[in-house]
């Protein structure tokens, strides 16, 4: 019947028109139904342009009105550079939505399953059925309704017990004007302690469109760190949202690090369902040129004593542009709530933009809130400091970002990972 | 070693330099005292390349080379240091790292090959005892934290690191403590020799007794109005500038 509805209503995007045919079936009876009231959602959206509030600074006009097309799989990728060095990881590779099973590698057990989405529907069934769908909202975002509707995989990943090791999920997009979807789903059991990075690449220079959704869930106790790598060429497009829900006396981090991408806009947003939660959401970009980086997080406190720090960093070259968005809820119930935001940005050219925001909407009485938004240029004085001592400007710069860059990147608990993140960023870097 | 001839230098519009001449041989200690707003400082900032400052006349030749045309990094590899009236600090970059990166752009500009780890932390040692610097303070951020009398220890402790042939002290004994002056005089004098040089710019006579300057040079409104030997520091100390102020103005009369 969803199928009529579909029919009939004119395609008002040329996205959309271009990607008729391409939507996602159903692997179960529920995850069908989600299909179908995403398919509802999608109809009912539209992209938003600058009235939006949400989506102020960061223009989806040219998502919308473009073609793209699902891509085949492609076997032979050379990802390698971003494999940190010396770690040993659960690792799982998806390339255009298609679990490239060379590098893959599939766990099942007790304590961890790594699989694609589309195993775990059938074979961790109830599991499955019980989180996927239940936390991303596809009635007011339009992306979040066009990654359901629409060809998605991914990772699912379950974790009990305290992991041996990492789990690396990395999703490639490749080709011409690929749209590629990557969706996962991220379980963290009661008491369980895991470390996860998540990478998000392009390979080739064609105009492709990344379209992520991630649900994770970290059940009571549960501590979840996630590192996040967004690497993609000047051209193409990247959208990812991350929903999490955490439970009582649980613990999350996710470090998000935007090393190359024309156009990024990251979403993150946190439920904190229970008591004692501890959520950190910290992020690092350094755009150039054109760049466009658009980090929006959501924290919501919904019950009392829960802690929540935000620090996000930026450093913005040339005529490169970003957007920092931090909302705090504090509900009525969440007394002796502590939430601590930050945004702080350096400007090398006179030509970058940074819009900064932090909005925190207190209910509760008894919490201790603050938030902080600096954008402003290089202390002259370090800078002479170190030349006159025989840096020159490029290196004494580069020195000053990067400690700069240091309140972010010691955030990371995984020392391998903190030295790719360098390089890539090293390799970025020059001077204006 | 170093030739100033008639060098004036102005800031936001406003002439702070009317016309230095100055001549500083190798392995002499030239003291430049004066009063406030004379131009003390900026003569340190404009021979170290401070860009804030424009150069409107004369020309300054070290080693036979035009300073004024270097970068104050060319001028540092040269072999020109500055130690500062307010060292700045700077969280986040350590000393160490930074000190080493120093060495290392010198090396490279000199076409030499860069320090080893373990002559670095050798040599860091060795000057860290120097100015009796705290081995805990050499493994911060660049003075973060830092007293007084810590940023100026540290200041001649990179100097000492950094092994220049001309030492310019920007009113290096400002704000120190009789102890601390007695340890950064001493850390000075331990680099002292026949083929360096330095530049002591200081507003009061206490400094000039532990680091004893071969000459004095009265500083007054932009220009070099005095010029004398160890004494003349003295006789500063007894009568003030006034004196000074009255011999200009009956001079200009």
């Known amino acids: ?432 | 070693m170093l030739s100033i001839k008639n060098l004036s230098a102005s800031i936001e519009g406003k002439e702070i330099l009317k016309g230095i001449n100055l001549e500083v041989n190798a392995g002499e200690v030239h003291a430049i005292m004066g009063p406030n707003g004379s131009g003390k400082s900026t003569l340190a900032s404009v021979l170290a390349g401070k860009e804030d400052y424009e150069v409107t006349a004369g020309s300054v030749a070290f080693n036979g080379k035009d300073l004024l045309g270097m970068s104050p990094d060319a001028r540092a590899h040269e072999g020109v240091f500055l130690a500062f009236q307010y060292p700045v600090e700077i969280p986040g970059v350590s000393n160490m790292n930074f000190l080493k990166a120093a060495i290392n752009e010198k090396r490279e500009a000199k076409g030499e090959e860069p320090i080893s780890a373990k002559d670095f932390l050798q040599l860091v040692k060795e000057k860290a005892k120097l100015v009796e610097l705290d081995k805990k303070l050499t493994n911060r951020s660049v003075n973060e934290g830092f007293s007084g009398g810590e940023k100026k220890r540290n200041e001649i402790f990179q100097m000492a690191v950094l092994d220049p042939i001309l030492g310019i002290l920007d009113e290096t004994d400002s704000g120190l403590d009789i102890d601390a002056l007695r340890v950064v005089a001493n850390g000075v004098n331990q680099l002292r020799g026949k083929d360096k040089s330095f530049i002591v710019v200081t507003h009061y006579q206490r400094l000039l007794d532990y680091i004893v300057p071969d000459f004095v040079h009265v500083l007054f409104d932009g220009k070099i109005v005095k010029t004398g030997g160890k004494e003349l520091a003295l006789e500063l100390e007894e009568r003030g500038y006034d004196w000074i102020k009255a011999e200009q103005d009956s001079v200009s009369a």
């Open chain 1, 1 to 432: 019947m969803f199928m009529d509805i579909i029919q009939t209503s004119e395609k008002k995007y040329k996205l959309l028109q271009s990607l008729e045919g391409g939507e996602q079936q159903a692997w179960n009876k529920p995850h069908g139904k989600l299909l179908e009231r995403a398919a509802v959602h999608l109809d009912q959206l539209e992209f938003p342009g600058r009235k939006s509030e949400y989506w102020k600074y960061t223009r989806t006009n040219l998502i919308a009105n473009n073609p793209f097309e699902f891509a085949s799989e492609e076997l032979s990728v050379d990802f390698s550079a971003y494999l940190p060095k010396n770690l040993d990881c659960h690792t799982m590779v998806f390339v255009n939505g298609f679990l490239n099973a060379k590098h893959s590698t599939i766990t099942r057990n007790e304590q961890l399953s790594v699989a694609s989405l589309e195993y775990a529907a059938e074979s961790e069934k109830e599991k499955f059925n019980t989180y996927f769908g239940r936390t991303l909202n596809t009635k007011d975002h339009i992306f979040s309704a066009l990654n359901t509707n629409y060809r998605h995989n991914g990772a699912y990943v379950r974790i009990k017990g305290v992991l041996d090791k990492p789990v690396h999920i990395i999703h490639i997009t490749s080709g011409e004007t690929t749209i590629n979807q990557p969706r996962n789903l991220v379980i963290a059991e009661r008491s369980s302690e895991a470390k996860m990075i998540f990478s998000y690449l392009s390979l080739g220079s064609g105009k492709t469109f990344t379209n992520g959704a991630t649900e994770i869930f970290v059940e009571e106790n549960a501590n979840l760190s996630i590192q996040k790598l967004q690497d993609f060429n000047s051209r193409s497009f990247q959208q990812i949202t991350e929903e999490v829900e955490q439970a009582s006396n649980s613990t999350f981090t996710l470090n998000t690090f935007h090393i190359n991408g024309g156009w990024a806009r990251n979403n993150v947003n946190c439920a904190l369902k229970g008591e004692n939660i501890t959520s950190n959401l910290n992020g690092l970009y350094q755009p150039q040129g054109s760049e466009h980086v658009d980090n929006h997080t959501v924290i919501d406190h919904l019950k009392p004593n829960c802690l929540s720090n935000e620090l996000y960093k930026g450093v913005l070259n040339d005529k490169s542009t970003g957007v920092f968005n931090g909302k705090v809820f504090v509900r009525p119930d969440a007394q002796k709530t502590n939430a601590f935001q930050s945004n702080a940005n350096i400007l090398l050219s006179d030509f970058a933009t940074m819009n900064s925001k932090p909005e925190l909407e207190i209910y509760a009485d008894d919490v201790k809130c603050s938030h902080g938004s600096t954008t402003g240029q290089f202390d002259e004085d370090a800078v002479f400091y170190l030349r006159a001592r025989g840096l020159s400007e490029t290196s004494a710069k580069k020195l000053l970002v990067k400690a700069f860059a240091a309140g972010v990147l010691d955030q990371i608990n995984i020392p391998q990972f903190r030295e790719l993140v360098e390089d890539l960023y090293d390799k970025k870097f020059r001077m204006y």
